[in-house]
């Protein structure tokens, strides 16, 4: 029980690190505040360079860059 009340405290802390990382983003590149961003899902994606590129270029073209 407390392995899994301490991975919802992970997850927790994981998703409040990755919105203030969007939210930096959305500062730093001048996006409009009325632009809304929605994070659908977070998933872990393992240590292959050639998958985190396509993911990453998959991203970029789905808002607009």
Do not use: F, H
Not at 2 to 28: C, F, G, M, P, R
Not at 34 to 61: F, H, M, P, Q, Y
């Amino acid at each position: 029980m407390k392995s899994s009340l301490n991975a919802v405290k992970n997850d927790a802390e994981l998703a409040a690190v990755i919105s203030a990382a969007i939210t930096a983003y959305e500062q730093d590149s001048g996006i409009s505040p009325n632009t809304k961003l929605v994070v659908r899902r977070i998933t872990r994606i393992g240590g292959d360079s050639w998958g985190n590129a396509a993911i990453a270029e998959c991203l970029k073209s789905r808002i607009g860059y």
